[in-house]
């Protein structure tokens, strides 16, 4: 059964850091692609970062570029998703994605807010 | 970047009806158009891929199609369990882009 579990999220002030993760089972994580995206409350659905298998290319939405970063770790079967300069516009609930976007995780919320 | 506009942003219907959800690319995005359905607290699950093909455990009723560059999901007989937001994406290329969502609720 394919899982994907984020973890790392919580209440931080605004210009702070954080470091989400997403750990995956059930299937050849080296192989795929993943995505993170985001959901403002009562908001949409917003794509923020993909990273190829082999972390050889890495895309970003232009709300994020320059500000997050994400990487992957395939001996841990686990992705990451590095937040600096955040904003009170970032918080939101933060899925991770299979490419293909067949299995998202259960979500993690960040807030960020004074 | 390529611009997905999805409309209605809310649908009000009754269970029985037939209804379409409908988005427009910006571009050309060719068949990378996915449909998605959430319901509250819980995360996105795909529905449709590849514009037209219904994902695993999708119920028959739901169909995507495609006409040049306007992309619509249509639920042919709405049943209870089929009220929630819908949502397209386009991923031909970065940035990957969603539509705005449509409510799908009780009329």
């Known amino acids: 059964e394919v899982q994907l579990v984020e973890s790392g999220g919580g209440l931080v002030q605004p210009g702070s850091s954080l470091k989400l993760s997403c750990v995956a089972s059930?299937?050849?994580?080296?192989?795929?692609?993943m995505h993170w995206i985001r959901q403002a409350p009562k908001k949409g659905l917003e794509w923020i970062a993909l990273?190829?298998?082999?972390?050889?290319?890495?895309y970003y939405a232009d709300s994020v570029k320059g500000r997050f970063t994400i990487s992957r770790d395939n001996s841990k079967n686990t992705l990451y998703l590095e937040m600096n300069s955040l904003r009170s516009e970032d918080t939101a609930m933060y899925y991770c994605a299979k490419t293909g976007f067949d299995y998202w995780g259960q979500g993690v919320m960040v807030t960020v807010s004074s | 970047d390529i611009q997905m506009t999805q409309a209605p942003s809310s649908l009000p219907a009754s269970l029985g009806d037939r209804v379409t959800i409908t988005c427009r690319a910006s571009q050309d995005i060719g068949n990378y158009l996915r449909w998605f359905q959430q319901k509250p607290g819980k995360s996105p699950r795909r529905m449709i891929y590849?514009?037209?093909n219904l994902a695993a455990g999708v119920p028959s009723r739901f169909s995507g199609s495609r006409s040049g560059s306007d992309y619509s999901l249509t639920i042919s007989s709405l049943e209870s369990e089929d009220m929630a937001d819908y949502y397209c994406l386009q991923s031909k290329e970065s940035p990957f882009t969603f539509g705005s969502g449509t409510k799908l609720e009780i009329k």
């Open positions: 059930g299937f050849t994580f080296s192989s795929y692609n």
């Open positions: 990273i190829y298998y082999d972390s050889s290319n890495k």
């Open positions: 590849g514009a037209t």
